[in-house]
């Protein structure tokens, strides 16, 4: 019931879209929507209606929000214990080929 | 595939979520004890981390709580009982797919089907007015699930409905939950991971008052593997780094104000007045009920509904051996309930949480019995 899914809007009339749902068309309702809806807009849907349309650049913002997580997470004490797992993988690495070159 | 490049491949990218999944077993590592225990509100949310296997990636310090989320399970058996009675009167229902086998006290609108009642199921509640159009006779909308759900609702009443439909509504309102959720006694809860598509509409900055109140964080997230750990691994941080706020991880939909046009069409037809959750308890606003500037859409002052001859059986000896509330509550897992998956299993459901799609037994059972137990594959 719950789940809201994102779909391209292919055609718009005046209170009803249609949008395509990873290939799965269906028309949606329009009411709630809080501006308007044009095609080739995303909206996400719930229950059959549209309750947000997702400008593009929003979903490049999303991921650099992510990057930007990534990024904070791996400073400090993050860093230290990345570096140190880092270092150990390198340390077997060369370990094994050492133990490689000596048989 | 429309789509495709954003949602499929970019928010379900292995070597950004395995990235995130170290990065939220740093965080876990950091607060240095176990468990650190945190919620999500949403059914939506547990169908995710299920189905994409996300719990066996999470550290095992970290507690990943599935509370009241899931809308058909928390529906109350008196409000269950209301449909029943209504379709035992011989009036027409309309209703989404999963309330059917929910248990009332005299058992489900299934069983009322089965005992003649007229049960439509809908995708929408847009359907529902569609088959009022096409009949003379009483539709009688049994409307349940969230504000996001709930919105819905309201906008086919604003848009003018033929006159044989009406509405009965089992609504909820999710903000008042976390509230009780969090002042229960034995609450391990230490913040909130907030569903996204609710806070589409109602926007992150409801949650505000909660934060300044409880001194709990909130993170609204959305619902692709990459929205969820990203969610999860900045509420980690935040209990690690004591920040008592909200954060907003789901900025493609969700904004602070959230959507206006839908908060004012909810609002104008609905009221929050406090009722029971099932197996929770008394939720001061918790539930959605049609303001008196509704009464004539509303199934409850058009008929008389009679429910106290249904009253005349008691419960089940199984149904009060359920636990779902514990559950729902964060305080108990399915593996706790002595009829999890021997009495209880989705075929013959004593408990809504095995019923519904959304329900933390059902997913349980769906993906493998005890999900959290599972071995450290994804982070190692």
């Known amino acids: ?103 | 595939m429309p789509g495709s490049a954003v949602d499929r491949l970019e928010f379900r990218d292995p070597a950004r979520a395995r990235a995130l999944n170290d990065a939220l077993g740093r965080a876990v590592a950091d607060i240095g004890r176990s468990p650190v225990s945190v919620m999500h509100v949403c059914g939506s949310h547990e169908q995710a981390i299920a189905k994409f296997g996300l719990r066996t990636g999470f550290p095992r310090a970290l507690n990943v709580i599935m509370g009241p989320g899931c809308p058909v399970c928390i529906t109350d058996m008196p409000e269950i009982d209301e449909g029943v009675a209504l379709a035992l009167q011989g009036v027409r229902l309309a209703t989404y797919g999963d309330m059917l086998r929910v248990p009332g006290t005299a058992g489900s609108l299934a069983d009322a089907q089965a005992a003649g009642g007229r049960i439509d199921v809908v995708y929408s509640v847009a359907q529902a007015v569609e088959l009022a159009r096409a009949t003379t006779e009483e539709i009688v909308f049994f409307a349940t699930g969230f504000e996001t759900t709930a919105v819905a609702t309201a906008a086919v009443l604003l848009a003018g409905p033929p006159k044989n439909f009406s509405v009965l509504s089992a609504h909820k309102y999710i903000p008042p939950v976390m509230e009780i959720v969090s002042e229960m006694p034995g609450s391990r809860v230490e913040g909130f991971l907030a569903a996204g598509h609710a806070a589409t509409i109602t926007g992150w900055g409801l949650f505000e008052p909660f934060v300044a109140r409880h001194g709990l964080p909130v993170v609204v997230a959305g619902f692709e593997p990459l929205d969820i750990l990203a969610g999860l691994t900045r509420l980690v941080e935040m209990i690690r780094d004591g920040t008592r706020e909200v954060a907003n991880m789901f900025p493609r939909c969700v904004t602070r104000e959230g959507n206006r046009n839908a908060q004012a069409q909810l609002w104008r037809v609905f009221r929050p007045i406090g009722g029971r959750w099932r197996g929770i308890a008394h939720v001061p606003n918790g539930n959605l009920r049609l303001r008196d500037e509704w009464a004539h859409v509303d199934a409850r002052r058009r008929f008389t509904i009679d429910v106290a001859k249904l009253w005349d059986h008691a419960p089940s000896t199984l149904v009060r051996q359920c636990i779902c509330g514990n559950i729902m509550a964060g305080i108990a897992s399915p593996s706790d309930c002595a009829l999890f998956g021997g009495a209880c299993v989705p075929e013959s459901p004593v408990g809504a949480c095995m019923v519904s799609s959304e329900g933390t037994c059902r997913i349980w059972h769906e993906y493998g019995g005890v999900p959290d137990l599972g071995s450290r594959g994804g982070a190692a």
């Open chain 1, 1 to 103: 019931m719950c789940l809201g899914v994102p779909g391209l809007v292919t055609e718009v009339d005046d209170l009803t879209a249609v949008v395509d749902f990873w290939g799965v068309r269906r028309r949606v309702r329009l009411d709630l929507v809080d501006e308007p809806v044009a095609v080739g807009d995303y909206v996400l849907n719930h229950v059959g209606f549209a309750i947000r349309r997702i400008p593009p650049e929003d979903v490049q913002t999303t991921l650099a929000l992510y990057e930007a997580l990534l990024r904070e997470s791996q400073r400090g004490d993050g860093a230290d214990l990345m570096t140190a797992d880092v270092l150990g993988e390198i340390a077997a690495g060369a370990e094994g080929s050492g133990l490689r070159a000596k048989g």
